[in-house]
């Protein structure tokens, strides 16, 4: 596309043309004490060498993921992405993750979003999955509204160990529909009596596996007591990798299934962009949000892949569609496939294996530590640990020793005295023997 | 029992206290290949001209407007697993939902066959 910068005339003419005589005259409805009248305090004009000098300086101040033993997580985790992943992705088939609307000309990126949708429907235990959402928590709000068209009810119950942030997410895209939430009280725990809340204005109930504290669960008897009240059961899953080891949400009887895809070929990425995913049951296709590419034949009876159902959709129907959620994370689709298909299912269930096994070695060896607690009865690769003090000041202390301590909690809840002295603690394959010794050895230090 | 049209393109056919509603065949020819029909609810109520069902097609989705003020008492299950019904028979077996007329006065307005058949041609 050319850039063609408008001419005075070009823009005399379109003055002309709606009846204005000066542009000043398109702010006329911004009170005056608004408008700025002088011009905006910059600094002047710096060279390319210096301004390049000046940033350089700025990121050294920064104690980077990949530069230190790292055991943050809550909801993004740090894992390794195979150099296989960034040579494929960047290859110029797939440069583009525009929705391939054009199936003749996109059968290469219809086709991997196909597998990545099976991969998706396969390690969540369901029988569909979109391509895709935007991240984690907008594929949580989404699956919220989803379960108000389906059952026709508003009401909404969300798990207090569900991650605060999705909570927010949550809250705000409902803020704008006829969704009620109701919130319950931080469960640390991951205990909390959700079949007691559900009644017959309860559209879903939303609950996370591991949840934001670390613990696992199974929602069996949960989706029993949602079922028979006729309303659905949303899990959410922050962690991927942890598939690859624990029951799936379909196996225990979820309706709906969304996640946070990072974990898988996306890499940490300063926070984004992430790749949501969202699978239901069959049933319930149609009201799914999102694009959903099939397979089918053409018309010489040979295998091709297009977008299906998407008279459902905004490009068809606007203001009728099940979601204007409108783009998609095709990108980092591709990256989470083409991990996923790198680790194959044994490679995947290895991958959760040396997790578990090394959070478990962390989390026992933390445990030993004079007045340090480990709060979790169950987990996968993160916990919470209950510190002598504050989380906070312990986190910063760690990273003057070099060391990514982990999440304090205080982080995310920043108004609970109750919660100011934990700290979320994760473990990945990327964390070395080493890493876990000079954790171990600099929160003692720290501690004393 | 009378049928009455809606310039919307839906049928009643009225017996009694009860309509049959539809789409027509005009509509059906016009949507192309039916691949769903989204049923109100059994017990629902809606007003004249609320949204009551919703017909997707391989072409596009298309709103079905009730024809009159009731209470749906069956919906045609049959379309469930068989939409295409509404292509082979848009105005007999392909019926969408039946409903209890609570105001006769709003078929007043709809057109008969006749009156329907010169407006579809009047389209062409």
């Known amino acids: ?221 949960l989706a029993e007591a949602v079922h028979e009240k006729k309303a659905l059961l949303i899990v959410v899953v922050t962690e991927v990798v942890s598939l690859g080891a624990i029951k799936s949400p379909g196996e225990m009887g979820a309706d709906i299934v969304v996640g946070e895809g990072q974990s898988l070929g996306v890499g940490l990425n300063f926070g984004g962009p992430y790749v949501g995913l969202f699978a239901t049951k069959q049933q319930y296709v149609r009201q799914m949000p999102g694009r959903l590419c099939g397979v089918t034949k053409d018309a010489d009876g040979k295998r091709g892949f297009v977008l299906t159902l998407s008279t459902r959709e905004q490009h068809i129907r606007r203001e009728k569609a099940t979601s204007n959620i409108c783009t998609n994370a095709g990108l980092c689709t591709l990256a989470f496939s083409i991990h996923m298909t790198l680790l194959g299912e044994a490679g995947f269930r290895k991958l959760a294996k040396i997790n578990h096994a090394k959070a478990a070695i962390l989390a026992n060896r933390l445990a030993a530590l004079d007045g340090v607690e480990v709060l979790n009865k169950t987990f996968f690769n993160e916990f919470t640990v209950k510190l002598p003090r504050q989380a906070a000041p312990v986190v910063e202390e760690l990273v003057e020793r070099g060391v990514l301590g982990g999440l304090p909690v205080s982080r995310l809840y920043p108004d609970d005295k109750a919660l100011e002295n934990l700290l979320l603690v994760a473990v990945t394959e990327t964390c070395s023997d080493e890493d876990l010794d000079t954790l171990v050895h600099e929160l003692k230090e720290v501690l004393k | 029992m009378t049928t009455y049209y809606t310039d919307e393109h839906e049928w009643i056919r009225v017996d009694g206290e009860i309509g049959t509603v539809g789409i027509t065949d005009y509509a059906q020819e016009a949507l192309g290949d039916i691949v769903f029909v989204e049923l109100p609810e059994v017990g629902a109520t809606h007003k004249k001209g609320d949204e009551a069902a919703v017909v997707e097609s391989v072409k596009a989705a298309s709103e079905i407007y009730a024809p009159v003020d009731g209470e749906v008492t069956e919906v045609n299950d049959a379309l469930e697993g068989e939409p295409a019904l509404v292509n082979s028979s848009a105005e007999a077996d392909g019926w969408f939902y039946k409903v209890k007329i609570t105001n006769t006065a709003d078929l007043e307005g709809l057109m008969d066959a006749d009156a329907y058949k010169k407006f579809v041609e009047g389209l062409n």
Do not use: W
């Open chain 1, 1 to 221: 596309m050319r850039y063609l910068p408008l001419t005075p005339e070009d823009r005399a003419q379109m003055l002309a043309k709606i009846g204005v005589s000066h542009i000043d005259e398109l702010f006329r409805d911004v009170p005056k004490e608004a408008l700025l009248d002088k011009p905006v305090n910059l600094p002047p004009h710096a060279t390319e060498m210096q301004v390049e000098a000046d940033f350089r300086a700025f990121a050294a101040r920064n104690l980077a993921a990949g530069d230190a033993p790292f055991f943050i997580g809550g909801g993004a985790y740090r894992h390794h992405v195979p150099a296989t992943v960034d040579y494929m992705i960047q290859r110029g088939e797939f440069l583009t993750a525009y929705t391939p609307y054009q199936p003749e000309i996109s059968q290469g990126t219809l086709q991997a979003l196909f597998e990545f949708q099976t991969q998706v429907a396969q390690i969540f235990g369901m029988d569909v999955a979109n391509a895709s959402m935007y991240d984690g928590s907008t594929a949580a709000a989404e699956a919220v509204l989803m379960a108000r068209r389906i059952t026709r009810r508003k009401k909404a119950i969300i798990s207090g160990s569900l991650h605060p942030q999705y909570i927010d997410v949550i809250n705000c895209t409902t803020a704008f529909t006829e969704d009620v939430t109701v919130i319950n009280p931080v469960a640390v725990d991951g205990v909390e009596d959700l079949i007691g809340q559900i009644d017959d204005e309860t559209s879903c109930v939303v609950v996370q596996n591991p949840d934001f504290f670390g613990n696992l669960q199974d929602f069996s008897q």
